[in-house]
């Protein structure tokens, strides 16, 4: 119970690998902050099971101040954010020729610049109780790039740069700034992708699935969410306390090639 009295915000945690990071700090005695769109009450449940109080605010993560109304309610709910994971993120695949602006627009702001908002509001607590962890999940798109994900890439290789930055600026402080680079995890974000690929080509989503694999990650496994956040504990034990600004790979060994 490393965390026990202490507070975890996971944006974009009713789903995925929010959700999984969301469980795992549970377990360890975090209070959580939910955060995300769709079914409320179905992750509320899964992560009070694990014996957290729980408490969700709903903002929109491309609106700098509904994240500002969300980092409030999080110092009145619990006293302040001790764990912040960077998570939200959504993603979509089209050449630049024919990138839709706004999905552009809407990728840079979710997947990137909600992290400045939501760090630039959590670190003056951070910095008075001098503990802090923000864990930034970008991906192996944070690392290396992939055809048909420009608005992706630059967000995730964005929030790599950020991370680093951010670990710098706290460097002296027991506040640690570290980013998680996962290659493919199974969660709806993946699965639109596998879907897409299935009609494209006319095959089978288990076929499908098997060629997404097969085309990136040598070990041809997914992730898991759990695994994450595992990971993530461990970013919050005292063994990591100077582990700082770096961009953690669990992709199979995709960034390896
Ligand atoms: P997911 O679609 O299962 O979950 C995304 C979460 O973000 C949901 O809770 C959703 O409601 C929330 N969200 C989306 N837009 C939001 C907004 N505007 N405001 C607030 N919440 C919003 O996706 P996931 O696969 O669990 O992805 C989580 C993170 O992990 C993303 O940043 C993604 O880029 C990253 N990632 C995923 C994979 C993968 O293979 N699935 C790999 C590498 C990195």
């Known amino acids: 119970m490393i965390l026990k009295g202490k507070t975890a915000l996971v944006t974009g945690s009713t789903s995925g690998i929010g959700l999984g990071i969301a469980q795992c700090l549970a377990r360890q005695g975090a209070n959580i902050v939910l955060n995300g769109f769709g079914d409320v009450e179905g992750p509320k449940a899964a992560v009070t099971a694990m014996g957290a109080k729980v408490a969700y605010h709903g903002a929109d993560m491309s609106k700098p101040a509904e994240i500002e109304a969300m980092m409030a309610f999080a110092e009145a709910t619990f006293g302040g954010v001790d764990v912040l994971v960077n998570n939200a993120g959504i993603q979509h695949v089209a050449?630049?020729?024919?990138?839709?602006?706004?999905?552009?627009?809407?990728?840079?702001?979710?997947?990137?610049?909600?992290?400045?908002?939501?760090?630039?509001?959590?670190?003056?607590?951070?910095?008075?109780?001098?503990?802090?962890?923000?864990?930034?999940?970008?991906?192996?798109?944070?690392?290396?790039?992939?055809?048909?994900?420009?608005?992706?890439?630059?967000?995730?290789?964005?929030?790599?740069?950020?991370?680093?930055?951010?670990?710098?600026?706290?460097?002296?402080?027991?506040?640690?700034?570290?980013?998680?680079?996962?290659?493919?995890?199974?969660?709806?974000?993946?699965?639109?992708?596998?879907?897409?690929?299935?009609?494209?080509?006319?095959?089978?989503?288990?076929?499908?699935?098997?060629?997404?694999?097969?085309?990136?990650?040598?070990?041809?496994?997914?992730?898991?969410?759990?695994?994450?956040?595992?990971?993530?504990?461990?970013?919050?034990?005292p063994a990591a306390d100077n582990l700082r600004g770096q961009a953690l790979a669990m992709d199979g060994a995709w960034t390896a090639q």
């Open 95 to 237: 050449q630049i020729e024919d990138f839709p602006v706004e999905r552009w627009d809407a990728i840079i702001a979710i997947n990137l610049s909600s992290a400045f908002h939501t760090t630039r509001l959590a670190l003056p607590g951070m910095r008075t109780r001098n503990w802090g962890r923000v864990i930034n999940i970008a991906s192996v798109h944070g690392l290396v790039a992939s055809a048909a994900k420009s608005a992706y890439v630059a967000a995730k290789h964005g929030l790599v740069g950020f991370t680093k930055t951010a670990a710098l600026e706290l460097a002296t402080t027991g506040v640690t700034v570290n980013a998680i680079c996962p290659g493919w995890v199974l969660t709806p974000l993946v699965q639109k992708q596998i879907d897409a690929r299935a009609a494209r080509d006319g095959i089978s989503a288990d076929k499908a699935r098997e060629a997404l694999l097969g085309e990136k990650e040598p070990s041809l496994q997914f992730t898991t969410p759990e695994q994450l956040g595992e990971l993530a504990v461990f970013l919050c034990s």
